[in-house]
């Protein structure tokens, strides 16, 4: 668990995904990558590739979580998938505000 | 299909549909659109739920795709420098700029005539607006069922004198459209001209002006009779017994349009299975029939009221007068005409869930032309800005500030 900050950038322990955080939540939270939590960019890496974990990243995407206080910016692509707290992250769609005619 | 349009290419920031139909119907004959979108928003269309249906949770967004196929979207923060220095640089690229913001937005956004002009003389400048670009009201906003509906005079048109409340549109972007084949028209005599002169038009469309020109025959007459246009009484029979709408037995309508009643009435007389009225001394000749029509209109509205719609349609097809069947918009589709003509043609999303969409009406070489499908939120963000010459690393950093999605 880590408090993190928004322009932190981060890469996967076990996969060549490398991240900018964009958006961080208040609270603490682990993110993961291939199902290893994120590690500094200096740090050294390890460990495999979780079998469900195994989604992969796309340079440019932005990566959020359901409540949306989290958004991850992938700045170089991987074979692990990203997660927040155990849950799978999602590409960033358009947030149109609700309308009716 | 002859891609009349190809190697045009159209930058657009514009939302909803008046305007962003209008470079469909262009990419449908090959233009290439970049579509501009609200760089968190996207295009308002995208959270639009219609009529009390809930399209935001079905699996493909038909109104989002009947004004946007065929389009790349890019996200982009128009209100930021970098951003707007984006959109000068692929406005260099294009050959028209469409646009439905109002003139104080854009003016405000630094993306009016003299801005982009500025970065590229040859653009033809296309602007949608609610009412026009000149008057009191040119910096109001509207929609098709303001301006294109209510204000131009098409609303009161079809309300009864005892009607409590006034008629809406058929359905959603009824106006709007209408308005996008128009601005698409207005664009191409655009870039006929520049082939021809070099010169690069501004071209404006509003949904005001539209509506009037949709009902300007109606106007023309209102105006020389010097009274509002009007629906005719609802027991009004027209004098021509062969330009009515009858009643069949299961309660459907046949719609008869013979202008030259005298002429078709032994064929509708052949139809209705009562041959003997052709010779009929009220109906033979033009002038009895004129003199009798209400007789005449009476004959024909008991003969339909006998016969299920089915059966008139049998019976109907060798006539040689002008009819039709009225249908709804399922039984439209699937009309025998339509089908083979190509006017309703199949689509699919990305994830290949199929949906059906009106084609464009016009047809080169005898062809449909097929759409793609409306792009995803910033689909082609990425590829936009790698084509301009930013590298991974400039896109990132846009990015990373939000000037891009």
């Known amino acids: 668990m880590a408090l993190l900050k928004a322009g932190t950038r981060l890469k996967s322990a076990v996969c060549s995904t490398e991240v900018m955080i964009v958006a961080a939540p208040k609270e603490e939270v682990e993110v993961t990558c291939g199902g290893a939590p994120l590690v500094a960019m200096g740090e050294a890496g390890g460990g495999t590739l979780s079998e469900d974990a195994k989604g992969g990243t796309q340079i440019g995407k932005r990566y959020v979580n359901a409540a949306g206080d989290l958004e991850i910016l992938c700045t170089k692509p991987g074979e692990g998938s990203l997660a927040a707290g155990g849950v799978a992250l999602t590409i960033k769609g358009a947030k149109p505000l609700p309308s009716s005619d | 299909m002859t891609a009349v349009m190809q190697g045009v290419r159209i930058l657009e920031v514009a939302d909803h549909t008046f305007v962003p139909a209008a470079s469909a119907l262009l990419a449908d004959w090959g233009a290439e659109v970049i579509k501009i979108e609200h760089v968190e928003r996207g295009d308002?269309?995208?959270?639009?739920?219609?009529?009390?249906?809930?399209?935001?949770?079905?699996?493909v967004h038909v109104l989002l795709e009947h004004s946007n196929r065929g389009k790349k979207s890019l996200g982009l923060d128009l209100s930021s420098p970098d951003g707007l220095d984006v959109l000068y640089r692929l406005a260099a690229t294009c050959d028209v700029f469409l646009t439905n913001k109002l003139p104080s937005v854009r003016s405000k956004l630094k993306i009016d005539v003299e801005h982009l002009r500025a970065h590229n003389p040859r653009i033809i400048y296309v602007r949608g607006t609610g009412h026009g670009e000149r008057g009191p009201d040119a910096d109001r906003g509207s929609y098709d069922a303001l301006a294109y509906w209510c204000r131009?005079?098409?609303?009161?048109?079809?309300?009864?004198?005892?009607?409590?409340?006034?008629?809406?549109?058929?359905?959603?972007?009824?106006?709007?459209?209408?308005?996008?084949?128009?601005?698409?028209?207005?664009?191409?005599?655009?870039?006929?001209?520049?082939?021809?002169?070099?010169?690069?038009?501004?071209?404006d469309v509003s949904l005001l002006g539209v509506g009037l020109w949709s009902h300007g025959a109606a106007l023309a007459l209102s105006l020389q009779l010097q009274r509002p246009w009007a629906p005719?009484?609802?027991?009004?029979?027209?004098?021509?017994?062969?330009?009515?709408?009858?009643?069949?037995?299961?309660?459907?309508?046949?719609?008869?349009?013979?202008?030259?009643?005298?002429?078709?009435?032994?064929?509708?007389?052949?139809?209705?299975?009562?041959?003997?009225?052709?010779?009929d001394e009220r109906f033979a000749e033009a002038a009895s029939l004129l003199k009798n029509a209400a007789a005449a209109t009476q004959i024909l509205a008991a003969a339909f009221a006998e016969r299920p719609a089915a059966e008139w349609r049998e019976r109907l097809a060798g006539f040689?007068?002008?009819?039709?069947?009225?249908?709804?918009?399922?039984?439209?589709?699937?009309?025998?005409?339509?089908?083979?003509?190509?006017?309703?043609?199949?689509?699919?999303?990305?994830?290949?869930?199929?949906?059906?969409?009106?084609?464009?009406?016009?047809?080169?070489?005898?062809?449909?032309?097929?759409?793609?499908?409306?792009?995803?939120?910033?689909?082609?963000?990425d590829a936009i800005l790698t084509e301009l010459g930013l590298d991974m690393e400039a896109i990132l950093d846009l990015k990373v500030r939000g000037v891009v999605a």
């Not at chain 2, 308002?44 to 699996?59: C, D, E, I, P, Q």
């Not at chain 2, 131009?152 to 309300?159: D, T, V």
Request: charged share 15%; with cysteine; aromatic share 6%.
């Open chain 2, 44 to 59: 308002a269309m995208r959270g639009l739920a219609s009529s009390g249906l809930a399209l935001l949770n079905s699996k």
């Open chain 2, 152 to 203: 131009a005079g098409i609303a009161l048109s079809m309300k009864h004198a005892d009607d409590a409340s006034v008629p809406s549109p058929p359905g959603p972007a009824f106006g709007d459209s209408i308005g996008a084949m128009t601005i698409a028209g207005g664009i191409m005599g655009a870039l006929f001209h520049r082939q021809r002169t070099g010169e690069a038009t501004v071209v």
């Open chain 2, 232 to 279: 005719m009484p609802r027991s009004f029979a027209t004098g021509n017994p062969l330009v009515n709408t009858y009643r069949t037995q299961d309660g459907r309508h046949v719609s008869i349009c013979c202008l030259q009643a005298a002429k078709y009435w032994p064929g509708i007389s052949e139809v209705i299975g009562q041959p003997d009225l052709a010779t």
């Open chain 2, 320 to 381: 040689s007068g002008q009819w039709a069947m009225v249908q709804d918009t399922l039984e439209a589709s699937a009309d025998p005409q339509t089908v083979a003509n190509g006017y309703v043609v199949d689509c699919k999303t990305e994830d290949g869930t199929p949906f059906k969409l009106v084609a464009a009406p016009v047809q080169y070489d005898e062809e449909a032309a097929l759409p793609g499908r409306a792009p995803a939120f910033n689909e082609h963000g």
